[in-house]
């Protein structure tokens, strides 16, 4: 393709307006009565800057007041950063770079769930102070909030009374066994180095319990093809109807030759077929429709079970579960095998063992 000229250019662009901290808000109530929270009763826009001086110098009585903090204003740069701060990541890495010495981690406080929307870097973070905040909201007005208890806001703590770890990157929680918390960090800080905050499914009352029930979708597809096309590029002349557009088509890819391999379910492999010639495309299309009817006609002919060995025989007479959905045996049980090698599988229920079975009609070339 040949590319001449733009014509006209279209450019739409949302504005995207972070949330931001401002005057003081009340904690909601379920936050309140967690006790892991600190927040800060400012009368101003600044609650980002009262927020980390509280971690910064924290005190035992009246945390929530500013004055005592308003000694340590001069310990922080805001250079270029206005006030409110906005919760982007922008702004908060520039905090990040004029303050060397802090790590900021902040939440949400969303649906009485934590929620992270930034989290540091954590290779950036040694040597730092890791600071959480989170963001709470009172209509379009938000406020931050220094988190001093990361294990009381998740609702976790062990039986002989010693805090969780918590992963600042998805709020999952973990017990006092520091190797394990580590190891999920390291991949949880892998996907993107983004933050998630992750939900279980919610489910009716009286059945909280999610089952796998497709037990068809066990069976392994029974054969797959690999294939591979060779093309002759080949140069296209210019049409008289090429003179009035934009573009037109200079070359052109021409399927020359192909290969493929059928292969089955448990890796066993036919010898490569291979064509070169004239309407490739065409002649392979060909084959596969050929191939999925010598596969119908295997499963309209299914192989008998093999014999027994003296193992799958025990096997079978011990069994008390099906070996399809995993359910008691009730009586109904029948050896289940593949239809393609006669190769027996287990015991199952004969409904079971007929859901798993493929119908010739079903059997597709996508």
Known sequence: WEFYRVEKIFIEISQFQPPTGAGHIPLPKDLATKKGVVNPANDDDKCFQWAILAALHPVEKNAERISKYKE?????????????????????????????????????????????????????????????????????KQHYCWIKNMSRLVNKRTKDGHATFVCRWCISHFTHQQEIHDKHVAICRGLKKTPQADRMPSVKKGNDIYEFKNWKRRMQVPYYFVADFEALVMDTPPTDADKDKKTRKVQEQIPCSYSYIKVRYDGVSESQKIFTGENAAQKFVIEMLNEAEAIRNEFRNPMEMMPLTIQEQASYDNAINCWICRNPLDGNKVRDHCHITGMYRGAAHKGCNLDLSIKPREMHIP
């Open 72 to 140: 340590y204003v001069n310990e922080l740069n805001f250079k270029d950063i206005e006030f409110p701060v906005q919760a982007d990541e922008v702004i908060l890495r520039r905090f990040e770079r004029q303050n060397p010495t802090i790590a900021l981690c902040i939440c949400e406080w969303r649906d009485h769930r934590l929620c992270p929307i930034y989290v540091t870097d954590r290779d950036d973070a040694e040597g730092r102070k890791i600071i959480d905040l989170v963001l709470i909201s009172n209509g379009e």
